[in-house]
């Protein structure tokens, strides 16, 4: 069954800390995994986009990395601020079909305080 | 910022009632999609169109029909709600000569109390 989960479910930091946020999927066959950043109350927005080939990826203070082989993604943010108060999602497609399918992730709710 | 749009954001109704959820999108994208999402867990499609007078079937069943009569438009439309359908729906379109690299951009979202 192709799922995909995050961990931890919630996670609270103090502003100008990092964290790393987890992803494991059991997707197959696999074509790309996105972090999407879901502001409360407003539709999902996405930091970045890796394909099988790509082990790394920036976006400023956000870094994604994906081991392709163990099927294990994860999102680090550097320097916390208030602003980075979201849920993160995984979201993993598939190339099964013309679709591209997705699958989501139920999300890890990030607190950032002051 | 994507342009892409969703009203009303906010809706409360009464069991039994018609309602049509809006998406409209001015990026030109053939592909356009409705997800709905409780607290807490994931998004689960429930239509999707691949371009005008395409629509198809998610994977989560769902009581609600659409229609794509123009590209830009999407219209979500529940005959008679009913507290079961008390969710946050979302709408998102993406361009399909993208390869890989395809991505949804999301509206801000209708969450929808059906009382």
């Known amino acids: 069954k192709n799922q995909v989960e995050q961990s931890p479910q919630s996670l609270i930091i103090l502003e100008g800390k990092n964290c790393t946020l987890q992803?494991?999927?059991?997707?197959?066959?696999?074509?790309?995994l996105r972090w999407y950043k879901q502001d409360t109350g407003r539709g999902p927005v996405s930091l970045t986009i890796m394909t099988f080939s790509e082990n790394t990826k920036s976006n400023g203070r956000y870094t994604a990395t994906l081991d392709a082989d163990t099927k294990q993604s994860s999102l680090h943010i550097t320097a916390s601020q208030l602003s980075d108060s979201a849920s993160y999602i995984c979201?993993?497609?598939?190339?099964?079909?013309?679709?591209?399918?997705?699958?989501f992730g139920r999300g890890t709710q990030l607190t950032v305080w002051p | 910022e994507a342009d892409i749009y969703q009203t009303p954001r906010y809706l409360v109704i009464g069991t039994g009632k018609k309602i049509t959820l809006e998406c409209s999108q001015t990026m030109g994208h053939d592909k356009m999609y409705w997800y709905q999402q409780d607290p807490g867990m994931e998004l689960h499609l429930i239509h999707y169109s691949y371009g005008v007078n395409s629509t198809e079937k998610g994977d989560l069943s769902s009581e609600s029909t659409v229609s794509r009569i123009r590209t830009e438009h999407f219209p979500l439309t529940l005959e008679s709600a009913r507290p079961s359908h008390t969710s946050q729906y979302l709408c998102a379109s993406s361009a399909s000569d993208r390869g890989p690299a395809e991505t949804q951009y999301f509206g801000p979202g209708t969450r929808l109390l059906v009382l």
């Open positions: 992803c494991n999927y059991t997707v197959s066959p696999f074509s790309n």
């Open positions: 979201v993993v497609s598939d190339r099964g079909s013309t679709l591209g399918r997705l699958y």
